[in-house]
């Protein structure tokens, strides 16, 4: 039986999206996926005002196409009269045929409708101070999706405009292209074959091509054999594909790391909407060992979990504000950990394209909804690329290593939101501060230039939210296992990322917090960690007494190892108590440190584990009223208790003040 292509008239119109992006009264952001090139009108209808409708023509929609059959659409609009501020704003995308008729979101993408809804709506809030949040989303994780337990919370308040958040806030690692499931490849190689990805060739493989990878025994599980077995490559071997063995977070495993364009454009596809799952089915395992094939039928079992919440996901990003930063395994395991690390990836030409392949797909997907405006140069580069695919479907390799040399020198994917409060995004990932003695210890999470233009950006804000992918004050026990592994050249081995294990960037920051012209409290949100927590901080100083609150959210799809956890927590409450010596040899010894308890706890937990997602509610002056985990595994919500609340003190063993 002869097979034929597929053409745009056999796919959907829309394979994903629409997702709400940076939203403000004079502007809209969104972002979508079109099989073609849509026409496509915006339809925007206030409670109690006129309906509007806005033709999305070049001037608000630019297509950038991807594929023989995947155009991303990029829509920002900007309005002439500004929308209506704290009330439901309904609205619709109405998508044009050719014979001229007109067809609504309820019918091309009904799955995105709340029930009895014939459209789908956005609330601008006028203040930001009420964010959901979190981070690590992992499709084979076992857990359940912490972002379809968003849904659930927000359908219970579609139509109360005052409830509705002022925004999701991602914090990192919204897709894994470091850690993917043997299933969940073969469904990318399969949307990639449907929509016609295009291809690219490969230096310093020994594949020549995109389409010899896909082709290569090795392609599942032993990406590692893609490298010529030189010396030379050992280490590269182990950055990106030998996994490693990670005793205080997890066991890492790169074996499927993605590596081409195509390759993490259909997992965005993947991971964002459920169109795609239909246009591929169940995946179909290669050929493989014994020992793989019961791997993938364990991943298989997960990934069907992940399918199932799926559409909720969808359906919460086409309905809130969603935001996003990267962490590292948007890119890859350890991204610019070390000098030596930076050294070692960036000195190889697959290694290199592996890493900016990652990165410009963020810049697609991720990024350029946080601050299209400073996307233009980039986009036009990147239409540039696509659009200079051969008749075969290939990039050419010169222009693509020509933008991704400019996306690896690119310094503002970090942002600001001029709300009250003010939302600083922080890049803890691109502008780093190396060690200046051993090229293999961590670096500083930000350098000192990019430290002293976050100081300018919290110059006389009475309050500020910022966003740090990794919590600035984390558990002081694995701060300290991190910081001897260091020491002893296992930085991999750990994760050994945290603000304090770098003086000069941990003491640049502690010296921002106690200036007189900076506020006088924050609220840090982070993830990264898989298990959450909520921690009130003082910052003691002669002039002023800053207050900070580090609550952590993760992971939405992602949990730390129980019993390990466990043993961390109560390790640390016993070491790091409020009378403990060790707590005069930490860099925290100007700082009280006071933890929140969560209130389901038992024998004193301070750590909570359970993928989920966060929400914080801020008062007028800045200040958390509420901190809670929404549990995705269907346990009722973990509030985390003031160290002050009666719940709170009648259950400590010990002081609630506390070194950490």
């Known amino acids: 039986m002869t097979m034929h292509p597929p053409t745009a008239a056999s796919l959907p119109p829309v394979l994903a999206g629409p997702i709400l992006r940076r939203l403000e009264p004079g502007r809209l952001v969104l972002w979508l996926v079109g099989s073609a090139p849509l026409n496509l009108a915006l339809v925007l209808e206030p409670d109690g005002e006129p309906c509007r409708r806005i033709d999305l023509d070049?001037?608000?929609?630019?297509?950038?196409?991807?594929?023989?059959?995947?155009?991303?659409?990029?829509?920002?609009?900007?309005?002439?009269?500004?929308?209506?501020?704290?009330?439901?704003?309904?609205?619709?995308?109405?998508?044009?045929?050719?014979?001229?008729?007109?067809?609504?979101?309820?019918?091309?993408?009904?799955?995105?409708?709340?029930?009895?809804?014939?459209?789908?709506?956005?609330?601008?809030?006028?203040?930001?101070?009420?964010?959901?949040?979190?981070?690590?989303?992992?499709?084979?994780?076992?857990?359940?999706?912490?972002?379809?337990?968003?849904?659930?919370?927000?359908?219970?308040?579609?139509?109360?405009?005052?409830?509705?958040?002022?925004?999701?806030?991602?914090?990192?690692?919204?897709?894994?292209?470091?850690?993917?499931?043997?299933?969940?490849?073969?469904?990318?190689?399969?949307?990639?074959?449907?929509?016609?990805?295009?291809?690219?060739?490969?230096?310093?493989?020994?594949?020549?091509?995109?389409?010899?990878?896909?082709?290569?025994?090795?392609?599942?599980?032993?990406?590692?054999?893609?490298?010529?077995?030189?010396?030379?490559?050992?280490?590269?071997?182990?950055?990106?594909?030998?996994?490693?063995?990670?005793?205080?977070?997890?066991?890492?495993?790169?074996?499927?790391?993605?590596?081409?364009?195509?390759?993490?454009?259909?997992?965005?596809?993947?991971?964002?909407?459920?169109?795609?799952?239909?246009?591929?089915?169940?995946?179909?395992?290669?050929?493989?060992?014994?020992?793989?094939?019961?791997?993938?039928?364990?991943?298989?079992?997960?990934?069907?979990?992940?399918?199932?919440?799926?559409?909720?996901?969808?359906?919460?990003?086409?309905?809130?504000?969603?935001?996003?930063?990267?962490?590292?395994?948007?890119?890859?395991?350890?991204?610019?950990?070390?000098?030596?690390?930076?050294?070692?990836a960036y000195g190889h030409p697959f290694s290199r394209r592996i890493v900016g392949n990652a990165l410009l797909a963020y810049m697609l997907c991720q990024g350029w909804g946080n601050r299209p405006d400073a996307f233009t140069a980039l986009l036009d580069d990147a239409t540039a690329l696509t659009a200079g695919a051969d008749s075969q479907g290939r990039l050419a390799p010169a222009n693509q290593d020509a933008l991704i040399n400019r996306l690896l020198g690119f310094d503002k994917w970090d942002y600001v939101l001029r709300t009250s409060p003010t939302v600083v995004v922080l890049d803890t990932r691109t502008r780093r501060w190396r060690s200046r003695g051993l090229q293999s210890r961590p670096s500083g999470l930000m350098d000192w230039e990019s430290l002293i233009e976050l100081q300018h950006e919290l110059l006389d804000e009475t309050a500020t939210v910022i966003v740090s992918p990794t919590p600035m004050f984390g558990v002081k026990l694995i701060e300290v296992i991190q910081r001897i592994c260091s020491f002893a050249g296992h930085a991999l081995t750990v994760d050994a990322e945290n603000w304090m294990a770098h003086r000069g960037a941990a003491s640049v920051m502690l010296n921002i917090f106690r200036h007189s012209r900076t506020p006088g409290n924050y609220i840090i949100l982070s993830g990264d960690v898989h298990y959450s927590f909520a921690y009130e901080v003082q910052v003691r100083d002669r002039d002023r007494t800053p207050h900070i609150w580090q609550i952590t959210s993760s992971g939405i799809k992602n949990e730390f190892p129980r019993r390990l956890l466990d043993w961390l927590d109560r390790l640390n409450r016993w070491l790091y108590s409020p009378r403990s010596p060790l707590n005069w040899f930490t860099q925290r010894r100007d700082l009280r440190v006071r933890p929140r308890l969560p209130d389901q706890r038992h024998h004193g937990e301070r750590l909570w584990n359970s993928s989920g997602i966060g929400q914080v509610w801020i008062d007028t002056q800045g200040r958390p009223v509420r901190i809670v985990q929404h549990n995705a595994d269907g346990r009722p919500s973990t509030e985390f208790l003031a160290p002050d609340s009666p719940e709170s003190t009648t259950a400590l063993v010990e002081p609630p003040s506390s070194s950490v």
């Open 58 to 344: 070049e001037r608000h929609c630019r297509t950038l196409r991807v594929g023989r059959h995947a155009w991303l659409h990029l829509v920002e609009v900007a309005l002439a009269e500004p929308l209506p501020q704290d009330r439901l704003i309904h609205y619709d995308l109405l998508l044009a045929a050719d014979d001229g008729a007109e067809a609504g979101m309820a019918q091309w993408a009904p799955h995105l409708l709340h029930a009895g809804a014939r459209r789908p709506n956005l609330v601008l809030r006028s203040r930001a101070d009420n964010i959901l949040f979190g981070s690590c989303r992992k499709p084979h994780h076992p857990a359940p999706d912490g972002l379809a337990r968003a849904d659930a919370l927000l359908a219970e308040q579609i139509i109360q405009a005052d409830a509705r958040p002022f925004m999701l806030m991602l914090c990192g690692d919204q897709v894994y292209a470091d850690d993917v499931a043997g299933p969940m490849l073969a469904a990318v190689h399969a949307l990639i074959r449907r929509l016609g990805l295009y291809d690219e060739c490969l230096e310093g493989a020994v594949v020549a091509d995109s389409e010899e990878l896909y082709r290569h025994p090795a392609s599942y599980y032993r990406r590692e054999d893609l490298l010529p077995a030189f010396k030379s490559n050992e280490a590269l071997r182990e950055r990106f594909f030998g996994g490693v063995e990670k005793p205080i977070f997890t066991t890492a495993n790169a074996h499927n790391h993605l590596v081409t364009l195509a390759e993490v454009m259909a997992m965005y596809l993947l991971v964002w909407s459920p169109i795609p799952w239909k246009l591929v089915g169940d995946p179909v395992m290669p050929a493989l060992d014994e020992q793989y094939s019961d791997r993938w039928r364990r991943e298989m079992h997960a990934l069907q979990g992940f399918r199932h919440d799926l559409p909720q996901a969808a359906r919460l990003f086409a309905h809130v504000q969603t935001l996003m930063i990267f962490d590292d395994h948007d890119i890859t395991d350890d991204w610019n950990l070390s000098a030596k690390w930076a050294s070692t």
